[in-house]
């Protein structure tokens, strides 16, 4: 496939050029295609590394609790024709069984995706502050126990990628070691942490927050909490941006104070996002989309968005970022962050690709060099 009049997302700055893809794999500064090459005429539109998810409970319909690796491999499908190349469903903490029972059903859906690539699970709990519960059930929020830990990451099959927990809790340290021997991504959220806790463990390689700003001790002038933390110190974000979890005018000011490099665009996207009919629930729970973000039914606490990857460059685009800096929250820096070294539009890297137009409108999209 050879790909023309193009232009051409990368950290530094967009470039007008072509690309081949040959074997699955990206050739830059091709000129004179094979002869018998299929071409693409991008007509002038962008070509971007494929977007990654690393925090999404659900699409269309279809989502982690329902405890069912069609379910995910459902998303893969869906998720790929919306840009998206590799995403870490996300699960709600619940009773044990139920948790070590549905990393167990999840961990089968792997190797068999058809669309975008399942790069690991992602467990939002259980060990987070019942002060920070966000839409999670008081009786799923448990003290940190690294044995109950270790029955997790044993029926994910080694699936466990990443782990959102309160880094204030009593054993913190014990579990810190446990997720670096085992590779897991250690997040810190729905957290009541002070700033003093943050910088704890910061110095002890967790280094990353979820959803920065939701469901965390606020940043006050006084007491700077988790919120101030991951402004001010070496911390990397999620960011759910979406204009509702956070003010698009603290979205601008993320971008301003934050290095590019340290921005992660997430989702956060419940099972009825892009739903076209029946009874909407997450977490199985009853929510309504209201107010630009989906609510749970009986109290009205936000549960999630209904956002997209590439709706979310959008938004980021809108609210002052450059478009390859937010290009690069959604692609480059969530590859990072969980050791793809090779994501980006680039020579030899592999042809994981979305193309879209000024109006963000996605034109094609490339998964191993394969068209979706």
């Given at each position: 496939?050879?790909?023309?009049?193009?232009?051409?997302?990368?950290?530094?700055?967009?470039?007008?050029?072509?690309?081949?893809?040959?074997?699955?794999?990206?050739?830059?500064?091709?000129?004179?295609?094979?002869?018998?090459?299929?071409?693409?005429?991008?007509?002038?539109?962008?070509?971007?590394?494929?977007?990654?998810?690393?925090?999404?409970?659900?699409?269309?319909?279809?989502?982690?609790?329902?405890?069912?690796?069609?379910?995910?491999?459902?998303?893969?499908?869906?998720?790929?024709?919306?840009?998206?190349?590799?995403?870490?469903?996300?699960?709600?903490?619940?009773?044990?069984?139920?948790?070590?029972?549905?990393?167990?059903?999840?961990?089968?859906?792997?190797?068999?995706?058809?669309?975008?690539?399942?790069?690991?699970?992602?467990?939002?709990?259980?060990?987070?502050?019942?002060?920070?519960?966000?839409?999670?059930?008081?009786?799923?929020?448990?003290?940190?126990?690294?044995?109950?830990?270790?029955?997790?990451?044993?029926?994910?099959?080694?699936?466990?990628?990443?782990?959102?927990?309160?880094?204030?809790?009593?054993?913190?340290?014990?579990?810190?070691?446990?997720?670096?021997?085992?590779?897991?991504?250690?997040?810190?959220?729905?957290?009541?942490?002070?700033?003093?806790?943050?910088?704890?463990?910061?110095?002890?390689?967790?280094?990353?927050?979820?959803?920065?700003?939701?469901?965390?001790?606020?940043?006050?002038?006084?007491?700077?909490?988790?919120?101030?933390?991951?402004?001010?110190?070496?911390?990397?974000?999620?960011?759910?941006?979406?204009?509702?979890?956070?003010?698009?005018?603290?979205?601008s000011f993320l971008g301003r104070v934050k290095a590019p490099e340290k921005i992660v665009l997430v989702t956060d996207a419940l099972r009825p996002t892009a739903q076209s009919a029946?009874?909407?629930?997450?977490?199985?729970?009853?929510?309504?989309?209201?107010?630009?973000?989906?609510?749970?039914?009986?109290?009205?606490?936000?549960?999630?968005?209904?956002?997209?990857?590439?709706?979310?460059?959008?938004?980021?685009?809108?609210?002052?970022?450059?478009?390859?800096?937010?290009?690069?929250?959604?692609?480059?820096?969530?590859?990072?962050?969980?050791?793809?070294?090779?994501?980006?539009?680039?020579?030899?890297?592999?042809?994981?690709?979305?193309?879209?137009?000024?109006?963000?409108?996605?034109?094609?999209?490339?998964?191993?060099?394969?068209?979706?």
């Amino acid at each position: 496939m050879f790909i023309k009049n193009a232009k051409i997302i990368s950290p530094d700055g967009i470039s007008e050029g072509n690309l081949l893809i040959e074997n699955g794999k990206i050739k830059t500064g091709v000129v004179h295609f094979p002869a018998g090459a299929e071409i693409f005429d991008a007509g002038g539109a962008y070509i971007a590394p494929g977007f990654i998810d690393l925090h999404i409970h659900g699409y269309g319909g279809r989502g982690t609790e329902e405890c069912s690796a069609d379910a995910v491999l459902e998303m893969s499908t869906l998720l790929a024709k919306r840009g998206v190349t590799g995403f870490c469903p996300a699960l709600y903490p619940g009773g044990k069984e139920q948790m070590l029972k549905n990393l167990s059903s999840l961990a089968a859906a792997f190797g068999k995706e058809k669309g975008a690539k399942i790069l690991g699970l992602h467990l939002e709990g259980p060990f987070i502050s019942p002060q920070k519960p966000g839409v999670m059930r008081p009786q799923d929020i448990l003290p940190i126990d690294v044995k109950f830990a270790q029955k997790l990451y044993d029926a994910s099959e080694g699936r466990l990628k990443i782990m959102t927990f309160a880094p204030e809790l009593s054993g913190a340290d014990e579990f810190i070691k446990f997720a670096r021997k085992n590779n897991i991504l250690l997040q810190a959220g729905h957290t009541n942490a002070t700033y003093e806790e943050m910088l704890s463990v910061l110095k002890k390689g967790v280094t990353h927050v979820t959803h920065i700003f939701n469901a965390m001790s606020p940043f006050n002038h006084r007491a700077p909490g988790a919120a101030g933390a991951a402004l001010m110190e070496d911390f990397s974000a999620e960011i759910v941006a979406d204009g509702v979890h956070v003010h698009p005018a603290v979205i601008s000011f993320l971008g301003r104070v934050k290095a590019p490099e340290k921005i992660v665009l997430v989702t956060d996207a419940l099972r009825p996002t892009a739903q076209s009919a029946g009874e909407k629930l997450a977490n199985n729970e009853r929510v309504d989309f209201k107010d630009g973000a989906f609510r749970r039914v009986t109290d009205g606490v936000i549960a999630g968005s209904a956002l997209t990857m590439i709706d979310g460059v959008k938004n980021l685009v809108s609210y002052g970022f450059k478009l390859q800096n937010a290009v690069a929250a959604a692609s480059i820096n969530p590859a990072s962050l969980i050791g793809l070294k090779n994501h980006a539009v680039k020579n030899g890297a592999p042809a994981d690709i979305v193309i879209f137009d000024s109006s963000f409108n996605i034109k094609a999209v490339f998964i191993d060099g394969k068209p979706v």
